[in-house]
């Protein structure tokens, strides 16, 4: 596709795009969020100076898809320099020509593969027989043989089925909704986004569970700490350092779970690093084409 082809195949357009970013960057302005604002932008505002992301995908010949995960990438790098390095990185190593058609099924394929996600659905017949329909067609597409409407509609359909006959069971519905998030064809504009949201969601909640922590103590912790905004309690103290003031000085036991939770979540968002530049390496390795007329 000529719209899938990285910097429509034109040096010029990459190095307008990298200098733009560069000159964020060197300035100080560079953030996570929002896209465009005060003249400070993200990855996206800084290539087209607007909170556009169809425009950048656009402007630099990459899948909407794409674009539209490459925020969440970025908002999984920490401190806000490891973002930046990221998103130079994401430009750089784009090859000028290259075809990036079949990167979004590519990278849902990887997704779909998770060991823990795999390990669920295999639990539920339903649930495995529509990851890997799911599969099949996201093979297809990378192969060059796109499957056509009605079957994405029939595997996606399968998937809600197969949701709708699992129980409450908070983890088998996370990774239902993973395999349901990727029952899209990649030129779905946010097919690669909503899937890594659901797969990091699920990742999240297994890596609770581990620990036991319950959506109650998770309540309790919101509750203490409205009540202690209220009264003004260990108001010095700000963000995170405040509940755990809270929690260190009136709920020790808790405290002490509430930080492996906060350990378990710091880990979690590792998932979006691994991806990001597991994604680039896609990226770089496609072939390279030539715009098409």
């Known amino acids: 596709m000529?719209?899938?082809i990285a910097f429509h195949g034109d040096p010029a357009v990459k190095a307008r795009a990298t200098a733009r970013l560069r000159q964020h960057v060197a300035a100080g302005s560079f953030v996570y969020f929002p896209a465009?604002?005060?003249?400070?932008?993200?990855?996206?505002?800084?290539?087209?100076e607007a909170d556009d992301t169809p425009a950048y995908a656009a402007r630099l010949g990459y899948p909407t898809a794409l674009a539209e995960t490459l925020p969440m990438l970025i908002n999984g790098f920490r401190p806000l320099s490891e973002a930046a390095r990221f998103a130079e990185a994401w430009l750089a190593r784009?090859?000028?020509?290259g075809d990036l058609s079949a990167v979004v099924s590519r990278m849902i394929l990887d997704l779909l593969a998770k060991p823990r996600l795999?390990?669920?659905?295999?639990?539920?017949?339903?649930?495995?027989?529509?990851?890997?329909?799911i599969i099949a067609l996201h093979r297809r597409a990378v192969e060059g043989d796109e499957p056509d409407r009605q079957q994405w509609k029939a595997v996606r359909l399968a998937a809600v089925?197969?949701?709708?006959?699992?129980?409450?069971?908070?983890?088998?519905?996370?990774?239902?909704?993973?395999?349901?998030?990727?029952?899209?064809?990649?030129?779905?504009?946010?097919?690669?986004?909503?899937?890594?949201?659901?797969?990091?969601?699920?990742?999240?909640?297994?890596?609770?569970?581990?620990?036991?922590?319950?959506?109650?103590?998770?309540?309790?912790?919101?509750?203490?700490?409205?009540?202690?905004?209220?009264?003004?309690?260990?108001?010095?103290?700000?963000?995170?350092?405040?509940?755990?003031?809270?929690?260190?000085?009136?709920?020790?036991?808790?405290?002490?779970?509430?930080?492996?939770?906060?350990?378990?979540?710091?880990?979690?968002?590792?998932?979006?690093?691994?991806?990001?530049?597991?994604?680039?390496?896609?990226?770089?390795?496609?072939?390279?084409?030539?715009?098409?007329?």
């Open 161 to 293: 089925a197969a949701t709708d006959a699992l129980g409450d069971d908070v983890l088998d519905r996370a990774a239902a909704s993973t395999v349901e998030s990727a029952a899209w064809p990649g030129t779905m504009r946010t097919v690669l986004r909503d899937t890594l949201n659901a797969l990091g969601a699920f990742e999240l909640r297994v890596a609770l569970a581990e620990i036991g922590w319950t959506p109650e103590e998770e309540s309790r912790v919101f509750q203490l700490r409205e009540q202690a905004e209220k009264n003004a309690y260990k108001a010095e103290f700000q963000g995170l350092e405040r509940v755990y003031a809270i929690l260190d000085a009136d709920h020790p036991e808790l405290s002490a779970r509430f930080r492996k939770r906060c350990e378990r979540l710091e880990q979690s968002s590792e998932m979006y690093v691994t991806t990001g530049w597991r994604l680039i390496e896609m990226i770089e390795t496609s072939p390279i084409l030539t715009a098409q007329a």
């Open 118 to 133: 795999c390990d669920t659905t295999c639990r539920h017949p339903a649930l495995e027989e529509s990851r890997l329909a």
């Open 2 to 4: 000529a719209d899938a």
């Open 94 to 97: 784009t090859p000028v020509g």
């Open 36 to 48: 465009w604002e005060d003249g400070k932008a993200n990855a996206i505002g800084a290539v087209v």
